[in-house]
């Protein structure tokens, strides 16, 4: 506290300690000038004690700063001009708070396991650069995702996936230019902004020298690594001035990079972001297919080789959308299986077809499709019995049809689930056989009632004896195992003809009935019945 005087009235202890000034030195009566030199001697002030004292006084006595001592530590000072003259100064230690603060400033825009700035970080380092992108100049955004990463990670545990990691930053930081700069977005994606590109070759040697970088052999804890890294690339101004929509532009990108193998390097196009967008559109439209019921059944009917007799039919998926029009399965169930909506519409599509095929004839079966995610997400069973419960349709009339796909993950508890069906007394086809690995294995581990003949092999017949060779060799097979073959796909008498020279079981194909919309299936049931004295479909 000083007087009117600007003399010190009194200081506590603290004051002294504060600064590292002996108790006796700091002495009511001195001038704060004085004080001021005592603490430059002690090393405890920063600046001319003339000069602050000067400001301060001509600032009427007040003041509220924060002082950084030469010894780093952070005082905040606050002075109140008193009534009557002289003022009062507290002085508060805030290094501490002012440590935390940098600290969680610090953390706010990094990544703790890198160090790198993090994706706010990198956001408005971005920004700014944008705003510096000059005529002529280009910058690149490059988003990287490293390859093989998770199995790392997997295979050898975190502590060794977070060395990767920090060795991989490390790398990338030594392929930069100082006016580069690269971030972590988390997991194993990283983004590296280049300043001052000349062309789109610029920024392609870069992306080259850091695949080159990040795949050279790691070597950890005794473990030799390899990785590799695709990168997706966009440039400003030619893909956009805007800072979100070049991250998504590189994003693309790198997709498509992802897509093409590892290790690749791709540029942005416009086609990718006209597809990504058309892509979107079909998932909102479909995500409101399911509430809004545009989901409809057509059966194809399966007839028999031996007696030309229909046998029964297979429910098969159509989308009736406003603009789209009847849109066929290949157009959606892929992308529904990859937004796990395929889960909801299989449910609906084995009570619907049970449903349907319990106002059938006894002796007519039913065959449904079930998507490998369906299997995943371990729905089937309860699906299958409670559409089963539902129409009262027999277990016996019911054959699920799954794709090899299907028995290529989990297969121990995939083939505790088929068997789980079978005990249910459902049937259980293999569909689309020799298209993908047609492993025989699979026919060994899983009793299949049946193989269905992919129609691609029923479709060359004509062009020469492979397709025939490979037909003539699974019903075969199929004979000897005792399992029912079905030819997918027939579309001409002649080939129906050459089928059923090969003794396959039943036929299912245009030339016998298109798949056939679920209003029209009675007339087309009544149709072959009426015909008693010869109900030959075929
Ligand atoms: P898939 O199970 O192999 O079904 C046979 C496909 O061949 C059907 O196509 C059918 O219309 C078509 N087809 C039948 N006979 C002929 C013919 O003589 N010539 C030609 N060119 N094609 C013929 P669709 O209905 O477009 O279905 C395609 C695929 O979509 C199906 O192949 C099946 O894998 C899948 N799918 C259909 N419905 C469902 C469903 O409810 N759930 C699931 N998960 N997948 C379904
Ligand atoms: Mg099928
Ligand atoms: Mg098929």
């Known amino acids: 506290m000083f007087d009117a005087d600007q003399r010190l009235i009194i200081s506590n202890q603290r004051y002294a300690e504060m600064y590292g000034l002996s108790p006796q030195s ?56 008193m009534n009557g003259g002289g003022w009062v100064a507290t002085h508060e230690d805030i290094t501490e708070r002012k440590t935390a603060e940098a600290k969680i400033e610090y953390m706010a825009h990094h990544d703790a396991l890198t160090g790198l700035p993090n994706r706010t970080a990198f956001k408005n380092h971005m920004k700014q650069a944008l705003s510096r992108v000059k005529r002529g100049q280009q910058l690149a955004v490059h988003c990287l995702d490293l390859d093989r990463f998770k199995f790392v990670n997997d295979m050898l545990g975190h502590a060794v996936g977070d060395a990767l990691l920090q060795d991989v930053s490390r790398r990338l930081a030594n392929c930069l230019r100082d006016v580069d700069s690269v971030a972590r977005l988390g997991g194993d994606e990283f983004v590296v902004l280049q300043e001052n590109v000349c062309g789109p070759e610029d920024a392609a040697t870069l992306a080259e020298r850091i695949i080159n970088a990040i795949s050279q052999s790691y ?113 959606f169930i892929t992308v529904c299986e990859e937004i796990g909506l395929i889960v909801p519409i299989g449910t609906w599509v084995l009570k619907e077809a049970c449903k349907m095929a319990a106002t059938w004839p006894e002796d007519t079966k039913l065959s449904v499709n079930i998507s490998p995610t369906q299997f995943r997400k371990g729905t089937v069973i309860l699906d299958v019995m409670s559409a089963l419960a539902a129409s009262g349709l027999s277990a016996r009339r019911l054959e699920i049809e799954i794709t090899e796909t299907v028995l290529l993950q989990d297969t121990d508890e995939t083939i505790a689930t088929l068997n789980q069906l079978k005990g249910l007394g459902v049937r259980i086809a293999m569909d689309d056989f020799g298209t993908g690995y047609s492993s025989l294995g699979y026919l060994r581990r899983f009793p299949f009632d049946r193989i269905k003949i992919d129609q691609s092999f029923v479709r060359d017949l ?13 019903t075969g097979l199929g004979s000897s195992l005792g399992i029912s073959t079905t030819a997918e796909g027939v579309e001409t008498a002649e080939q129906l003809r050459q089928i059923r020279a090969e003794g396959c079981t039943e036929v299912q194909g245009y030339f016998l009935s298109k798949p056939i919309p679920a209003q029209d299936l009675h007339r087309y049931l009544m149709s072959t019945q009426s015909n008693k004295s010869n109900r030959r479909v075929a």
């Open 462 to 474: 004509n062009d020469g004896p492979n397709s025939m060779a490979i037909i003539r060799a699974v």
């Open 219 to 331: 070597n950890l804890d005794g473990n030799q690594i390899n990785i590799g890294v695709s990168i997706g690339t966009a440039l400003a101004p030619h893909n956009g001035l805007d800072t979100d929509q070049l991250m998504r532009s590189a994003d693309m990108a790198l997709y498509r990079a992802k897509e093409a193998g590892r290790g690749v390097h791709r540029f942005f196009e416009p086609e990718m972001d006209r597809e990504m967008q058309a892509r979107r559109s079909l998932e909102s439209d479909l995500r409101e297919a399911v509430a809004l019921q545009q989901f409809e059944l057509f059966y194809q009917p399966i007839v028999s080789v031996e007696t030309g007799q229909l046998s029964g039919f297979e429910a098969l998926l159509r989308w009736r959308h406003p603009k789209r029009g009847l849109v066929a399965p290949a157009e």
């Open 26 to 81: 700091v002495q009511p009566g001195m001038t704060l000038l004085e004080l001021l030199r005592l603490r430059a001697a002690a090393g405890t002030f920063q600046g001319s004690p003339d000069q602050n004292v000067a400001t301060f006084y001509s600032k009427g006595n007040a003041v509220a700063h924060v002082s950084d001592l030469p010894d780093g530590r952070a005082i905040s000072i606050a002075a109140e001009p």
